[in-house]
């Protein structure tokens, strides 16, 4: 059993910076692929970022490439997506997720989830 456990959201003005940090319990071979997905109430869960965690690829949705980073440190079994510029559409609960392939990113794909942490951006 693998747990992915978020941490780092809140509240920021537009503009600002928030960095998420996902731990997972275990490196396996059904988590070789880490990220983040978002989700606003009456609306489907969007992939926001991932990584490979194996050769360090990350991926970006394009609504976030240029402000998200997707870093890792592998010996904490961490994942980070570090978020500047924010904007108040970037407002949503953010979901740590993982799978075995990261060119297999879609909800129906995804192995283990997160409980989720809250990001709020106010203009």
């Known amino acids: 059993q693998v747990q992915l456990v978020e941490s780092g959201g809140g509240s920021v003005q537009a503009g600002g910076s928030l960095r998420l940090s996902c731990a997972t319990s275990?490196?396996?071979?059904?988590?070789?692929?880490m990220g983040w997905f978002r989700q606003v109430p009456g609306k489907e869960r969007e992939g926001v970022a991932r990584?490979?965690?194996?050769?360090?690829?990350?991926y970006y949705a394009d609504s976030v490439k240029d402000r998200f980073t997707i870093s890792q440190d592998y010996a904490k079994n961490t994942v980070y997506l570090q978020m500047i510029s924010l904007k108040p559409e970037d407002t949503a609960t953010y979901y740590c997720?993982?799978?075995?392939?990261?060119?297999?990113?879609?909800?129906?794909?995804?192995?283990?989830w997160g409980l989720g942490t809250q990001v709020t951006v106010s203009s």
């Open positions: 997720a993982a799978t075995r392939d990261c060119g297999r990113w879609n909800i129906e794909d995804i192995r283990w």
């Open positions: 990584i490979n965690r194996s050769s360090g690829s990350p």
């Open positions: 275990q490196w396996h071979y059904t988590n070789d692929c």
